[in-house]
């Protein structure tokens, strides 16, 4: 069994002050980003023999954490002669095989193999910040201003054998994968920009999730058949919520 736990943040602290000062001609950009990457593999291979034999062998990857995210605390102030770019993104491959062989006259084979993968990315700016960019104002969650969007693919497997005359065998194999992304402006947060201003989430992203079992007897293996069924499941939820003011075009002339 294994359990996703990781936070990862940057955090422009309650009441700080952050200045970018330079040529308005070559502003460059101030810039806030996280970015997480995983990579999980899990393998299990299980063989008994015996009159009377039998294997259980499950694997599974579950959530506690699995969170990005880049906040602005509470009346913190960020001044940029250029860009103000927030962004929090990842992507992440979960894989999971479980194979059993059992041999004698009566087997049970049971095997589950679940994976529940859930990446959220966040981007919270609090009530009274201000955030004045000179150049454009960008924020993402789950993909970048420029349309690349996040992927994540977990796949869990069960192979499984059995060499008997009665065998039994009950097995499963579940994958899913539940993306959130999410934008939050506060009540009483500000942001600026001369120029745009781009606030953007990904709902579904490049998402694959494949859960599939194959149980394979001697009846299957006559027949030139084996059951291979199992589930999985890719959704995500993409959201902006402006509970402040975001203003544009500051720096124009009416």
Not at 14 to 35: C, H, I, M, Q, V
Not at 83 to 111: C, I
């Amino acid at each position: 069994s294994t359990t996703l736990d990781y936070i990862t943040s940057a955090n422009v602290g309650t009441n700080s002050k952050l200045t970018l000062l330079g040529d308005p001609a070559n502003p460059g950009e101030l810039a806030f980003r996280t970015y997480n990457e995983l990579q999980v593999r899990d393998k299990l291979t299980f063989e008994t023999y015996g009159a009377l034999s039998g294997a259980n062998a499950d694997s599974s990857v579950n959530t506690t954490n699995a969170l990005g995210q880049v906040n602005v605390g509470s009346k913190a102030n960020i001044d940029s002669v250029g860009a103000v770019t927030l962004q929090a993104r990842g992507t992440g491959e979960v894989d999971t095989k479980v194979n059993t062989e059992t041999f004698g006259a009566v087997t049970v084979a049971l095997s589950d193999n679940t994976i529940d993968f859930k990446p959220e990315n966040e981007i919270n700016v609090r009530s009274g910040a201000l955030i004045d960019a000179g150049g454009k104002l960008n924020l993402s969650a789950g993909m970048s201003v420029d349309f690349d969007v996040d992927s994540y693919d977990v796949s869990a497997r069960v192979d499984t054998f059995a060499g008997s005359a009665i065998p039994i065998t009950d097995v499963d194999a579940d994958a899913k994968v539940t993306t959130k992304n999410s934008i939050l402006v506060e009540a009483g947060a500000h942001l600026k920009t001369a120029q745009q201003a781009n606030l953007y989430t990904e709902r579904f992203g490049h998402n694959n999730a494949d859960g599939t079992y194959k149980a394979v007897t001697w009846l299957t293996a006559l027949a030139g058949s084996s059951a291979e069924k199992g589930t999985g499941e890719a959704k995500g939820t993409g959201t902006v919520t402006v509970n402040g003011i975001v203003e544009t075009g500051t720096q124009r002339n009416v």
